[in-house]
């Protein structure tokens, strides 16, 4: 049974993509539990803030990157800060807003999992893509990630389709 406007081969890519991006994301959160004790939302959070000028970004500027909600942000933060590995800082610019850094644990644990994610990443999908396929799938997600209606992370959007290399640093479509 498919759904009712679907064919099944529509119905069948959808499932080859979710299940696949399931299981990527399932075989870094067990590398990564089982070998630095954090869990693939910590290391999103880590590689952001560790990106960032100065270590740091306003709360709300990490949810826009990361496409979380203000309360999961929220909630995952204070997690992270009751383990060491951010801290929060109320922003002297506007007494309302709030900057949250990497710590000293945040580091290390950083330090300790790029190596996992970089062999998970390199053996679970690098490796197996040729390189032209590779940029199929690219174009294809920025494709997918432009028409969805959510608009908070489109810096994100962009900044993914420069390292790709498939657009300018300002979003238009790169030179070839």
Request: net charge negative.
């Amino acid at each position: 049974m498919h759904a009712p406007e679907l064919e099944p081969r529509d119905a069948a890519l959808w499932r080859a993509l979710t299940l696949m991006g399931r299981r990527l994301v399932a075989g870094l959160e067990q590398r990564l539990q089982a070998s630095v004790g954090i869990s693939v939302p910590d290391l999103d959070i880590l590689m952001a803030l560790d990106a960032a000028p100065e270590g740091r970004l306003r709360a709300g500027s990490l949810g826009e990157m990361l496409g979380w909600e203000k309360s999961r942000i929220s909630h995952h933060v204070a997690r992270m800060e009751t383990r060491g590995l951010v801290t929060r800082v109320t922003c002297v610019e506007d007494l309302r807003g709030t900057w949250i850094e990497i710590d000293h644990e945040g580091r290390v644990a950083l330090m300790r999992a790029l190596p996992v994610f970089s062999s998970h990443v390199q053996s679970g999908l690098v490796e197996l893509l040729p390189r032209e396929e590779a940029e199929v799938v690219g174009r294809a997600a920025l494709r997918i990630l432009d028409a969805s209606p959510a608009t908070s992370c489109k810096a994100e959007i962009d900044r993914l389709g420069a390292d790709l290399g498939l657009r300018a640093v300002d979003g238009s479509a790169a030179s070839s």
